[in-house]
């Protein structure tokens, strides 16, 4: 039965502050190479507010879950990222509902939508070299095999796998957007610093959540 219960939801939540918690240095080192060299600790920051003691285990249901982790965002990280994710999380939020449990179709339709509210926010296409170029095929990749009947589980290992290899797609391309793309072909040969913590968000709702 792939339903997905707000105390799973807390676990991706706290699975994603620990991985970024982890690879915070390497993501400032990738931002380092078109940016500012702080995408890893802004993400921290923004993380590590969220999983502020207590905070957590208050919040009931996927929506105010949800909502908290991408008000938090907005509040507490700056820059680009700070708007993108925040809006990522809180368009999960609004869409889920007020609703106490997710299904397997549920949880990819808030995918979607905080997909599409990173495009409404940033407009980024597939191929910019930014966050949605290892979301959106993760998207896809969710999608095709929940319609092929896979279990959420197995689903989820496949939109990893997407978003993994949008990650390293972004190695070969040219930033377009942010302030990486003031650098433009300078920043070829390195992966998207914040296409590789997409990628770190949806490889942590694999271990959670399927
Ligand atoms: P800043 O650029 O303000 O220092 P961060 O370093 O935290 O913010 O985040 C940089 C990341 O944000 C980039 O690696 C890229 O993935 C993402 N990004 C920047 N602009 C956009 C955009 N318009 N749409 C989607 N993602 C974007
Ligand atoms: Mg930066
Ligand atoms: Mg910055």
Known sequence: NDQITTAQL???VTECARLINVHADALNDLDATAGDADHGSNLE????????????DQLDSPRELLKHVGSTIVD??????????????????????????LDAAGFAE?????????????????????????LAPAITALDQALAAGDTLARALISASAAADSGRDGTVALAARKGRA????????????????????????AMTTLG
Request: net charge positive; proline share 1%; hydrophobic share 45%.
């Open 10 to 12: 807390t676990a991706w």
């Open 45 to 56: 920051r923004g993380f590590t507010a969220v999983m502020a003691i207590g905070l957590l």
């Open 110 to 134: 808030l995918l979607r939508a905080g997909g599409q509210g990173i495009v409404d926010r940033g407009s980024a296409q597939v191929g910019d070299k930014t966050l949605y170029d290892s």
């Open 76 to 101: 507490v990280v700056g820059g680009s990222s700070g708007a993108l994710y925040g809006t990522f999380f809180l368009r999960m939020a609004v869409t889920s509902g007020p609703n106490g449990v």
């Open 181 to 204: 793309s003031y650098l433009g072909d300078r920043t070829i040969g390195y992966a998207d610093a914040g296409a590789t913590s997409m990628a770190l968000i949806i490889r942590a």
